[in-house]
């Protein structure tokens, strides 16, 4: 798959996200709070730098730097996500996924080579939960040939990829494919690594708000394949 409208290895070119990033690197930075910034880094493991702005005042200053703005299409999204990932403080990259989320049902398949490049690039739970389940979801739900491509992630090499599929039927509810879902858990159910375990936990869990008995029913002809952490996560509100 290609990027639509892709004309460099950074992505396609737009007039509208260079009016935003314009915006956005002007406005952020006048709320910037270094004190706070180091305290949310610390709590991101240091996965890379802050400006400091607490969530509600971020999203404002989103709605300030947004208006007037014209709806996007899909090459203003992927162009003003990757100008966003290059930028080193993490609220810019909130600030995209918040604007790739809602825009989302203007983007096509070829929307997914974006995602998985802003999903494992300096990947963390913050970014990449949000956009297994409110970007990459939505992509799936809206065209069934990237089912495949769900399940090629699923034993993908990179955990955040991995996780991804995991959680990309978060919101699906009753349109949960549950036979996929319970497969990519079993899949998984080895790994050493507590965000894949989480994940599976969280999943599972997910789903037994819609279908409690099922969830119950494949756990306990599974469970002895699952890391405690899973089981936990999984039967949290619905009991063994």
Do not use: N
């Not at 997914?112 to 939505?138: E, F, K, Q, Y």
């Amino acid at each position: 798959m290609t990027v639509t409208g892709a004309s460099t290895p950074e992505g396609p070119r737009s007039p509208l996200a260079d009016t935003v990033l314009a915006r956005l690197t002007a406005a952020y930075p006048t709320a910037a709070d270094p004190e706070r910034a180091a305290a949310m880094r610390a709590y991101m493991k240091d996965v890379g730098p802050f400006l400091g702005l607490p969530t509600p005042e971020r999203r404002a200053l989103s709605r300030t730097v947004l208006a007037g703005t014209p709806r996007p299409d899909e090459a203003d999204c992927a162009a003003i996500a990757l100008s966003c990932w290059a930028l080193p403080e993490r609220e810019y990259r909130y600030f995209a996924v918040d604007y790739v989320r809602r825009h989302v049902g203007r983007c096509s398949a070829g929307f997914l080579p974006v995602a998985r490049r802003l999903i494992t690039t300096d990947p963390w739970w913050d970014t990449v939960d949000l956009l297994a389940a409110h970007v990459v979801g939505p992509l799936v739900a809206a065209d069934p040939r990237l089912v495949a491509e769900m399940d090629a992630w699923i034993g993908d090499d990179d955990l955040w990829v991995a996780r991804t599929a995991l959680l990309h039927q978060l919101g699906y509810k009753e349109r949960t494919d549950a036979d996929r879902l319970f497969a990519y858990c079993l899949r998984q159910s080895g790994h050493p690594d507590f965000f894949i375990r989480k994940a599976i936990g969280w999943a599972l869990r997910q789903y037994a708000r819609t279908d409690p008995e099922a969830v119950r029913a494949f756990l306990a002809r599974e469970r002895g394949r699952f890391a405690p952490l899973s089981v936990r996560e999984a039967l949290k509100h619905v009991g063994d």
